[in-house]
């Protein structure tokens, strides 16, 4: 039996094209990377949960991800996601998990989330809300629900 080392997410995340320009490269790319990963898979969705996640862990841990000075602000992390290609940091995460042995789901995978739309709050009404479908290998919403 061949045993091969499991190489770690930070050295797998160097392969993933960092897509800022030279201005834009002050916090370490990885580091940023490893932070939303590590924030989502302890439950913590969205950019200002992932800062709170962040904080909550201290800046020695933000070291250790291969940050330096102090972490990013949000904001900044929303603008490295909009410029970032998802199917590359996909291929990337699907070759970390590999290493695993562990099968990846395949065929149709549907995704469902509910949203409150901002803007929509009235004196006497409720904010309205909406549950969309979405279709991940088609990469559309499917439809989508107002819920009452």
Not at 114 to 135: C, M, N, P, S
Request: charged share 25%; glycine share 8%.
């Amino acid at each position: 039996m061949d045993v091969q080392p499991v190489r770690g997410l930070l050295e797998f995340l160097q392969q993933v094209p960092d897509p800022r320009g030279r201005q834009g490269q002050r916090h370490s790319f990885v580091a940023m990377l490893a932070t939303v990963i590590c924030a989502t898979l302890s439950g913590y969705g969205g950019f200002r949960a992932t800062m709170q996640w962040l904080d909550a862990q201290g800046l020695e841990f933000w070291h250790l991800l291969g940050g330096t000075r102090r972490p990013p602000t949000r904001s900044t992390f929303q603008d490295l996601f909009a410029e970032l290609d998802p199917d590359v940091l996909f291929d990337v995460l699907s070759q970390f998990i590999r290493q695993f042995d562990v099968e990846l789901p395949t065929g149709n995978v549907e995704i469902w989330d509910g949203k409150v739309l901002r803007g929509t709050r009235q004196r006497h009404a409720e904010t309205e809300k909406l549950l969309i479908r979405f279709d991940w290998a088609l990469g559309r919403v499917l439809s989508s629900f107002k819920l009452a």
